[in-house]
């Protein structure tokens, strides 16, 4: 594990203050890590999105997911009628995603080493914005190169529930509520179990309105 001095100002209450829920073999949620700091990362976060906006990309059949994405850092996760892969350029922009802001990079680092997964640098933050309603079906996250390093997911904004289930798609699903500042990784034996969101239920957030961002640090090349 790090010492934590880098991220001091995202990490600023002790360690053990803070609840860490094992939820399955591969898999533990950090209960309310950013509680502190989700003003500074909003700011952050609207940066970003001011250089590459949210938007609701296509499958390869032809329908736009259920929510508005972005990404930053080097790669960013797209799907069109090619298929769902990375790319180092903003399909809306062509341009380079904007960069991911270090203090991001630090604190996926850290929640990842503290459960165990050491070495984690991720060099994509998929950016998934969900409005009352919106919802994720069940999946797997595979369109990386290897599958060794584990996944982070910040939660933010109005609270969701989670479904994690298992290797195969028809097997049953656990329900894990993510509130504002959560954060959920999960790695190793569980790195390819299915996953998804329930509908977004109506509520208000103080800093995030009617709405939830969830950021998806992986490791994709």
């Known amino acids: 594990m790090t010492s934590g001095g880098h991220v001091q100002d995202l990490f600023s209450d002790p360690i053990e203050a ?10 533990w949620l950090l209960k309310s890590w950013l509680a502190k700091d989700r003003a500074s990362i909003s700011v952050q ?21 259920s929510v508005g994405s972005s990404n930053c850092g080097a790669w960013g996760w797209i799907s069109d009628q090619k298929g769902y892969r990375y790319s180092a350029v903003d399909p809306l922009t062509q341009r380079p995603w904007p960069a991911m802001p270090e203090a991001w990079q630090h604190l996926a680092t850290e ?17 998934n914005c969900y409005e009352v309603g ?9 369109d990386e190169e290897i599958f060794e390093h584990p996944i982070v997911s910040v939660s933010l904004g109005l609270p969701i529930i989670f479904m994690l289930g298992g290797l195969t798609r028809s ?39 009617s709405k939830r961002y969830n950021l998806t640090f992986r490791k994709a090349k």
């Open 18 to 27: 803070r609840l860490i829920e094992q939820k399955s073999a591969g898999t």
């Open 45 to 65: 976060l609207q940066a970003i999105l001011q250089v590459s906006p949210l938007r609701r990309f296509k499958t390869p059949n032809g329908y736009s997911m």
């Open 111 to 127: 929640a990842a080493e503290l459960v165990g997964f050491q070495h984690f640098i991720p060099d994509s933050c998929l950016i």
């Open 134 to 142: 919106d919802k994720m079906g069940l999946h797997q996250d595979k």
């Open 171 to 209: 097997q049953a699903y656990q329900k894990i509520l993510l509130e504002d500042s959560d954060v959920l990784i999960w790695g190793g034996v569980d790195r390819l179990k299915y996953h998804g969101v329930q509908s977004l239920r109506k509520g208000l957030h103080p800093i995030f309105g």
